[in-house]
Nanobody
Framework: QVQLVESGGGLAQAGGSLRLSCKAS????????MRWYRQAPGKERELVAS???????GYGNYVKGRFTISRDNNKKTVYLQMDSLRVEDTAVYYC?????????????WGQGSQVTVSS
């Protein structure tokens, strides 16, 4: 069993910053790609950013230049630094990770963190 526990998020004003963290735990042999998704009310879940085990990053066009994804492999943690926040960034943010457990591969999700940006 692999668990992802998110922290951070909350309320920020437009133009402000927030940081999300997501720590993986459980029967983990290796973690491949870690990702952040978000889902706003009435909208589909969308990919925000991803980072591979080789630290290759990718971003949705809507957050490029404003959000930064990073990871600490020793801590099995992925971060999302969100700067220059906009009202339209308001959503529930989910972390996701895939990799190999000690017995089986895994694809795990965090519980979700609410991010609310006010004008």
């Amino acid at each position: 069993q692999v668990q992802l526990v998110e922290s951070g998020g909350g309320l920020a004003q437009a133009g402000g910053s927030l940081r999300l963290s997501c720590k993986a735990s459980g029967s983990i042999f290796s973690i491949n790609t870690m990702r952040w998704y978000r889902q706003a009310p009435g909208k589909e879940r969308e990919l925000v950013a991803s980072i591979t085990s080789d630290d290759i990053t990718g971003y949705g066009n809507y957050v490029k230049g404003r959000f930064t994804i990073s990871r600490d492999n020793n801590k099995k943690t992925v971060y999302l630094q969100m700067d220059s926040l906009r009202v339209e960034d308001t959503a529930v943010y989910y972390c996701n990770a895939d990799g190999r457990g000690w017995r089986l591969p895994f694809d795990a999700w965090g519980q979700g963190s609410q991010v609310t940006v006010s004008s």
